[in-house]
């Protein structure tokens, strides 16, 4: 079975600092990982994604996350926030050898920037 | 990255109607797309996976003969609600798997339907 953790519903941070939002997952093989951002009353739309080869892994809008196989993690990151950054953040997996099944998402985490 | 557009973005209705909804892939062909449905400050709840040419698949709980989905071709598929009731209202998304272009696997997803049963 596939899942993902999210374990704070909200982070708040002061515009200009670094943001983390944080991200586990279980699988039983190897993960394709993915992180979405939600504007109100909006879809998702696409960050990133990691699927193979290096670990840090660079997306929209200044994001990064870096996958660490050994604490089952995939964290989100930026090294300076904006206002708008101001969303709802989703993690989401699903396993290499899963065929064509759909994405496993978290709960969701409510990211707030301060100015 | 993928376009996936979705139609209409709002909609109310009394109570007993049907409501159609489409699902759009604009720039990319998409062998399988998902639906799924968000309750206010939740996250996404998987109600069924759709592949062209085939029936959907629909998650444990989700009533299909309630909830049609039809995906007539590569680039869209529809969800209808039929008999609507005011507990069907719902954010519904949804989403389509990238089939070539180099990107496989990523999900891009649409804007979304607000659905309002009065």
């Known amino acids: 079975a596939q899942s993902v953790a999210q374990p704070e519903d909200q982070v708040n941070v002061a515009e200009g600092n670094p943001l983390t939002v944080k991200c586990t997952y279980s699988?039983?093989?190897?993960?394709?990982l993915f992180w979405y951002v939600q504007y109100p009353n909006r879809g998702l739309q696409f960050l990133l994604k990691?699927?193979?080869?290096?670990?840090l892994v660079k997306g929209s809008y200044g994001f990064e996350a870096e996958f660490n196989k050994s604490q089952t993690s995939f964290h989100l990151k930026k090294p300076s926030a904006l206002v708008s950054d101001s969303a709802l953040y989703f993690c989401?997996?699903?396993?290499?050898?899963?065929?064509?099944?759909?994405?496993?998402f978290g709960k969701g985490t409510r990211l707030s920037v301060i100015a | 990255g993928a376009v996936v557009s979705q139609h209409p973005s709002r909609v109310i209705c009394k109570s007993g109607t049907s409501v159609k909804i489409e699902c759009r892939s604009l720039?990319?062909?998409?062998?399988?797309m998902f639906w799924y449905r968000q309750f206010p400050k939740q996250s996404l709840m998987l109600m069924a996976t759709?592949?062209?040419?085939?029936?959907?698949?629909?998650e444990q709980g989700v009533e299909k003969d309630k909830f049609l989905i039809n995906h007539a071709s590569l680039t869209l598929s529809t969800l209808t609600v039929t008999s609507a009731h005011p507990e069907d209202s719902s954010f519904y998304i949804c989403?389509?798997?990238?089939?070539?272009?180099?990107?496989?696997?990523?999900?891009?997803f649409g804007p979304g339907t607000r659905l309002t049963v009065l």
């Open positions: 720039d990319f062909q998409a062998t399988t």
């Open positions: 759709s592949n062209e040419g085939s029936k959907a698949t629909y």
């Open positions: 990691y699927i193979t080869g290096d670990n």
């Open positions: 989401a997996v699903r396993d290499v050898f899963s065929g064509n099944t759909p994405l496993v």
């Open positions: 989403s389509a798997r990238v089939l070539s272009r180099g990107e496989t696997d990523t999900q891009y």
């Open positions: 699988v039983s093989g190897n993960p394709y």
